[in-house]
């Protein structure tokens, strides 16, 4: 029961928003919609990082708890790892300042 309310709250809510989102592009324009974007882009590729990282160093502790043994190889991967999911966030981070800075689709958007 609980699963179907919240499942009906949050679609309630996302058309709400959308709808408001949607009325207020003539006073926002353009650059206010991107502005938007970019911080919800970036603040879901930060998420997204952390999540993957702390579980990777979730599964690197209990690997090394298991098997003390291979713990020098799985540190080595989980740097690795740890890196890969890094440069992601960074790869994020220059979308984002490009849409923010260069307004690549702010004249496709207007019109």
Do not use: D
């Amino acid at each position: 029961m609980r699963k179907a309310f919240m499942t009906i709250f949050t679609t309630a809510a996302l058309l709400t928003l959308a709808t408001a989102a949607f009325a207020s592009e003539g006073a926002m324009g353009a650059i206010g919609t991107i502005s938007w974007a970019t911080a919800i882009g970036m603040g879901l590729a930060a998420a997204g990082c952390g999540l993957g990282q702390g579980l990777g160093l979730k599964a690197a502790c209990e690997g090394t708890a298991r098997n003390p043994e291979a713990g020098g190889k799985i540190t080595v991967t989980l740097i690795l790892g740890l890196a890969f999911i890094e440069s992601l966030a960074i790869y994020a981070l220059v979308v984002c300042l490009i849409l923010l800075f260069a307004h690549p689709f702010a004249k496709i958007i207007t019109g």
